[in-house]
């Protein structure tokens, strides 16, 4: 009984060990799957706060173009 016993441990020692490693890689796996859904989503908030005020004062400079254009306007007239 005793071989048969030291046997099974011996198994059931190296299936843990391969379960480890998978858990491990697994572990691993998530981290990054985290790490670049994170990076995929605050990058671009980044940029959309540089962004953001850029297009607002092109937006701005157009309209102030469009208005001075409209008092040239009814000035002429």
Known sequence: ???DLAAQL????QKVDAMYASVEK?????L???IISVAL??????G???AIPAFLNT???IDSIGS?????NSLTQ
């Open 48 to 50: 959309l706060v540089f």
């Open 59 to 61: 937006y701005s400079q």
């Open 41 to 46: 989503f605050v990058l671009p908030l980044i």
């Open 68 to 72: 001075s254009y409209d008092t040239l």
């Open 32 to 34: 990054w799957t985290g």
């Open 26 to 30: 697994l572990r691993k796996y998530f």
């Open 10 to 13: 011996s198994a059931l020692q």
């Open 1 to 3: 009984m005793e071989p």
